[in-house]
């Protein structure tokens, strides 16, 4: 498994959480961080997207302002830090990676290497 998500969890509307992306790549430093997450009968969805260094973040505006994405390195951890969390942010959430991303973080089709998502459900 090259990257593995996790903190996922049923919690209420309103509330915070904060999911981690451990990824196994020895490049994982090397390489921009990506976001996005899928609900029930919908398209996978563009949240944000960081920098290889951390340095730069950009996000959608669906969220702008309620999601922070950040990283570290030495840990080769990312993460997603979700807060004032709504019901329709209820879905799958995937971390994603890989050399290809540059700075075009909203491209799924630019990352090589998936976590296998985790469940967010918020209830009203």
């Known amino acids: 498994v090259q990257l593995q998500a996790s903190g996922g969890g049923l919690v209420q509307a309103g509330d915070s959480l904060r999911l981690s992306c451990v990824a196994s790549?020895?490049?994982?430093?090397?390489?921009?961080m990506g976001w996005f997450r899928q609900a029930l009968g919908k398209e996978r969805e563009f949240i944000g997207g960081i920098s290889r260094s951390g340095s730069r973040t950009s996000y959608s505006e669906s969220v702008k302002g309620r999601l922070t994405i950040s990283r570290d390195n030495a840990k080769n951890t990312g993460y997603l830090q979700m807060n004032s969390l709504k019901p329709e942010d209820t879905a799958v959430y995937y971390c994603?990676?890989?050399?290809?991303?540059?700075?075009?973080?909203?491209?799924?089709?630019?990352?090589?290497?998936w976590g296998q998502g985790t469940l967010v459900t918020v209830s009203s």
């Open positions: 994603a990676t890989g050399p290809r991303v540059g700075e075009f973080y909203q491209y799924a089709r630019r990352y090589d290497y």
């Open positions: 790549l020895p490049t994982f430093s090397s390489y921009a």
